[in-house]
C-alpha cells in the first residue's frame, strides 16, 4: 500500500490512541502479577489467537514456505523481546523498560546499513549518541533507576530483540498479508511461550481475579485492539511520522506508572528520558540513504 503524502487524519488518530493504549501495557504486566514473565506473554498471545485468526481468515494471498518462515522467526524475536521486557519490569520502573526498548529502530537502521548498503548521516549518529547517553543515565546514575541496573540491561537488550522482529516481520509480508503475518506471529508466540513456560516450571493457573482480568486485557485491549489501530494507522500516514507516533508510548507509561502505580519521576530520570527521545526522534527524521 502507498503511503499518502499528507497524513490521513483518521490515521494519525488511530495511531496516536494505538500507541496510547500499548502504554497501560507495563501496567498489566505488573497486575498480572504472581504469574511469571511467561505465562504472561503466553496468555496475552492465546487470548489474542481466536481474533487474530478470524481478521485473517479469508485474506491470505499466494505465498512461499519461506515468507511463513520468516513470519515464524518474527515471532520468536517477539518471544524474546517479551520475554526479556516483561522480566526487566520486575527490577525497574515501567519508564525505564519501557523507555530503554524504544531504542529498537536505532538497530533497525544500523542493520539495514550492514544488509541493504545504506549510508548513515552524521545527525543520525548524533542521534544515536544522545539516545545511547540517555540509555547510560537510566541504567547507570543513582536514582533512575532500580536494584542493580539488571532491569534496564534487561530493556536494552529486548530493544535488540524487538528490532530483529521488526526486520524478520518485515521480510515476511512481502508476500503475507498483515493479517496472516500477525496471525504466524502470534501462534508462534503462543507456542512457544507455552512451552518455555512449562520447561521453567511457571504456574499457569490459580490466580487471582484481578491477574486474570489484566491477562485478558493484555490480549484483546493490546495484542489485539491496539495493535490493529497501529497497524491500520501507519498505513496512512507518512513512515516517519509513523515512527514518531510509536513514541508516545514511552511518553504514556511515564505517565501512567506515575498515575496508576506511583512511580516518582526523578529529575535525572528525566533526563535520560528527553536524551533517548530525542536521539530517536533526530534517527527517525534522518532516515538512512541507499547508495547510488
Same mark, same amino acid.
Request: net charge positive.
Given at each position: 500500500?502507498?503511503?499518502?503524502?499528507?497524513?490521513?487524519?483518521?490515521?494519525?488518530?488511530? =495511531?496516536? %490512541?494505538?500507541?496510547? $493504549?500499548l502504554?497501560f501495557? @507495563?501496567?498489566?504486566? !505488573? *497486575?498480572?502479577?504472581?504469574? &511469571?514473565? +511467561?505465562?504472561?506473554?503466553?496468555?496475552?498471545?492465546?487470548?489474542?489467537?481466536?481474533?487474530?485468526?478470524w481478521?485473517?481468515?479469508?485474506?491470505?494471498?499466494?505465498?512461499?514456505?519461506?515468507?511463513?518462515?520468516?513470519?515464524?522467526?518474527?515471532?520468536?524475536?517477539?518471544?524474546?523481546?517479551l520475554?526479556?521486557?516483561?522480566?526487566?519490569?520486575?527490577?525497574?520502573?515501567?519508564?525505564?523498560?519501557?523507555?530503554?526498548?524504544?531504542?529498537?529502530?536505532?538497530?533497525?537502521?544500523?542493520?539495514?546499513?550492514?544488509?541493504?548498503?545504506?549510508?548513515?548521516?552524521?545527525?543520525?549518529?548524533?542521534?544515536?549518541a =544522545?539516545? %545511547?547517553?540517555?540509555? $547510560?543515565v537510566?541504567?547507570? @546514575?543513582?536514582?533512575? !533507576? *532500580?536494584?542493580?541496573g539488571? &532491569?534496564? +540491561?534487561?530493556?536494552?537488550?529486548?530493544s535488540?530483540?524487538?528490532?530483529?522482529?521488526?526486520?524478520?516481520?518485515?521480510?515476511?509480508?512481502?508476500?503475507?498479508s498483515a493479517?496472516?503475518?500477525?496471525?504466524?506471529?502470534?501462534?508462534?508466540?503462543?507456542?512457544?511461550?507455552g512451552a518455555?513456560?512449562?520447561?521453567?516450571?511457571?504456574?499457569?493457573?490459580?490466580y487471582?481475579?484481578?491477574?486474570?482480568?489484566?491477562?485478558?486485557?493484555?490480549?484483546?485491549?493490546?495484542?489485539?485492539l491496539?495493535?490493529?489501530?497501529?497497524?491500520w494507522?501507519?498505513?496512512?500516514?507518512?513512515?516517519?511520522?509513523?515512527?514518531?507516533?510509536?513514541m508516545?508510548?514511552?511518553?504514556?507509561t511515564?505517565?501512567?506508572?506515575w498515575?496508576?502505580?506511583?512511580?516518582t519521576v526523578?529529575?535525572?530520570?528525566?533526563v535520560?528520558?528527553?536524551?533517548?527521545?530525542?536521539?530517536?526522534?533526530?534517527?527517525v527524521?534522518?532516515?538512512?540513504?541507499?547508495?547510488t
Amino acid at each position: 500500500m502507498n503511503v499518502k503524502e499528507k497524513p490521513d487524519a483518521r490515521g494519525l488518530a488511530a =495511531l496516536t %490512541l494505538g500507541a496510547s $493504549l500499548l502504554g497501560f501495557a @507495563a501496567m498489566l504486566v !505488573r *497486575w498480572s502479577d504472581p504469574a &511469571g514473565p +511467561l505465562a504472561i506473554g503466553f496468555y496475552r498471545m492465546a487470548f489474542a489467537l481466536p481474533f487474530v485468526a478470524w481478521l485473517a481468515w479469508g485474506t491470505g494471498r499466494p505465498a512461499t514456505g519461506k515468507a511463513r518462515l520468516w513470519a515464524l522467526l518474527a515471532g520468536l524475536c517477539f518471544v524474546l523481546d517479551l520475554w526479556m521486557w516483561h522480566t526487566a519490569l520486575h527490577h525497574t520502573s515501567a519508564a525505564n523498560a519501557t523507555l530503554l526498548v524504544t531504542l529498537a529502530p536505532i538497530w533497525v537502521a544500523v542493520v539495514s546499513v550492514l544488509w541493504l548498503g545504506a549510508r548513515l548521516r552524521r545527525r543520525f549518529w548524533a542521534g544515536v549518541a =544522545l539516545a %545511547l547517553a540517555g540509555a $547510560l543515565v537510566l541504567g547507570l @546514575a543513582k536514582g533512575a !533507576r *532500580w536494584g542493580t541496573g539488571l &532491569g534496564e +540491561l534487561l530493556g536494552a537488550l529486548a530493544s535488540l530483540a524487538y528490532g530483529a522482529f521488526t526486520l524478520a516481520l518485515g521480510r515476511a509480508r512481502r508476500e503475507l498479508s498483515a493479517p496472516e503475518a500477525l496471525f504466524w506471529v502470534v501462534l508462534c508466540c503462543t507456542v512457544l511461550f507455552g512451552a518455555l513456560g512449562w520447561v521453567q516450571g511457571e504456574t499457569f493457573t490459580g490466580y487471582p481475579p484481578r491477574a486474570w482480568w489484566a491477562l485478558l486485557t493484555l490480549g484483546l485491549g493490546i495484542q489485539v485492539l491496539a495493535w490493529w489501530l497501529i497497524t491500520w494507522g501507519i498505513g496512512h500516514v507518512p513512515t516517519n511520522m509513523g515512527a514518531m507516533g510509536l513514541m508516545i508510548q514511552p511518553v504514556a507509561t511515564v505517565i501512567l506508572g506515575w498515575l496508576l502505580l506511583a512511580e516518582t519521576v526523578r529529575p535525572v530520570q528525566g533526563v535520560g528520558t528527553v536524551l533517548v527521545l530525542a536521539g530517536i526522534a533526530l534517527c527517525v527524521f534522518t532516515p538512512p540513504q541507499r547508495e547510488t
